[in-house]
């Protein structure tokens, strides 16, 4: 009856992680990331709605900016630049993710702190 009851809980949970699919740009929204390009550490405050906030390490703003996170990539758009990363898989905090941008420029991306959607009970 134990062998029964783990059996049916393990398809349970396969099927509800099936079932939870990641949306991209939901693990950042609302929390920050770094962003280190050319050794200057920038931190990237991404709001919800795809509006974002650049700011240098001293915390000053330095550019206002928008985000978006769909078809494979993540791109952050200011009044002067236009840049996309390869984004397949959700940030994990504190986990380093060296990305090479559509423009061929290298920057080492870390979240400080990821969202993380509550478990639903079906």
């Known amino acids: 009856m134990i062998?029964?009851?783990?059996?049916?809980?393990?398809a349970l949970t396969a099927g509800s992680?099936?079932?939870?699919?990641?949306?991209p740009g939901t693990e950042i929204a609302g929390q920050q990331v770094q962003v280190q390009?050319?050794?200057i550490l920038n931190t990237v405050y991404?709001?919800?709605g795809g509006v974002a906030r650049i700011s240098s390490p001293s915390g000053a703003t330095?550019?206002?900016?928008?985000?978006?996170?769909?078809?494979g990539k993540i791109c952050l758009q200011t009044?002067?630049?236009?840049d996309c990363y390869p984004y397949r898989a959700?940030?994990?905090?504190?986990?380093?993710?060296?990305l090479t941008s559509d423009c061929g420029v290298l920057s080492m991306?870390?979240?400080?702190?990821?969202?993380?959607?509550?478990?639903?009970?079906?």
């Open 37 to 39: 390009t050319n050794g």
């Open 79 to 82: 009044s002067n630049t236009f």
């Open 17 to 23: 992680a099936a079932s939870a699919q990641w949306v």
């Open 90 to 98: 959700p940030f994990t905090a504190g986990v380093p993710v060296s």
């Open 62 to 71: 330095v550019v206002d900016a928008t985000w978006t996170a769909d078809a």
């Open 109 to 122: 991306w870390t979240a400080l702190t990821t969202y993380i959607a509550p478990f639903e009970r079906g």
């Open 46 to 48: 991404f709001e919800n």
């Open 3 to 10: 062998i029964r009851s783990l059996v049916a809980l393990a």
